[in-house]
């Protein structure tokens, strides 16, 4: 699911491209793509773009008149920018949104259609898709502390909680905890005053680091490699391969359909988190520890 720098370089990007431009038209191409109809789509039809916003992981295109278009793309959506009016596959297409200035597709790869477009009309409605989390950029000590600490949850738990945080997935949370050197599983009123410094800290770095990362790698173009998993990334997507810090190799915890990625010496003081279904499998037989696994793997 793209994520706060992802869902960044998009903005930015729709900004080079339809900021002061009217909007001509929009085909839904897939009827589960819009979930609102109130205003209707042809409302929209010849009105300015006037601000391109992020609420959590969605988009909004604001429009004069105080109407907005909200845009999730949830784990497959994608947006693609054309020059030249596509001949979209039903296939992947949802909607084709066409400009004066060219043409945004909207994709969805899978055959599962999660991703979503709302129309709504003024700011108090708008505020419904605010689920409250405080930016973990612009956040100050204070504030990351207070939305970390509302609530007793596992860190990965928490970070992800667009109650808390807004813009963080299962992605960038393995980064930001690889870097802050903290266990997914530990709780979040636990944390000692340091261990919230550090955590501030990173969320702040990793963000910065990749929104601007991204941005350099997608320069004037439009972001077309939008993906949860990138070559760069510490332990994200990364299971088996050495942490890039210390050489360990990245484990990982599976639960519904996603996953945290650790680093078992730089995290959890070389103590392997129990995944449910092979400790269940193993049960007595599940390592404990680095060096337990380590000897299981090389006597097979």
Known sequence: MPELPDIQIYIESLGLRIFGKELIDIKIINPFLL?????????YNGKQIIGIE????RIV???KQDLFLV???MIAGRLRWMEVKPKPSRKIALGLFTFESGFLLFTEAGTKRRASLHAVRGREALAFFDRGGIDPVSSDEHNFRAALTQENHTLKRTLTD????????????????HAAGLSPFKQSQRLTDDEIHRLHRSCIDVLEIWTKRLRKETGNGFPEKVTAFREEMAVHGKYGEPCPVCGTA???IRYAENESNYCPKCQTAGKLLADRGLSRLLK???PSTVEELEALQSSH
């Not at 979930?35 to 409302?43: F, H, I, N, Q, T």
């Not at 992020?54 to 992981?57: A, D, F, L, S």
């Open 35 to 43: 979930r609102s109809v109130d205003p209707p789509l042809a409302e």
């Open 71 to 73: 845009v999730h793309l």
């Open 284 to 286: 007595d037989d599940w």
């Open 162 to 177: 667009q109650r808390f945080f807004s813009g963080i997935g299962n992605s960038y949370s393995d980064e930001i905890l």
């Open 54 to 57: 992020r609420i959590g992981k």
């Open 250 to 252: 990245v484990q990982r």
């Open 61 to 63: 295109l604001c429009f």
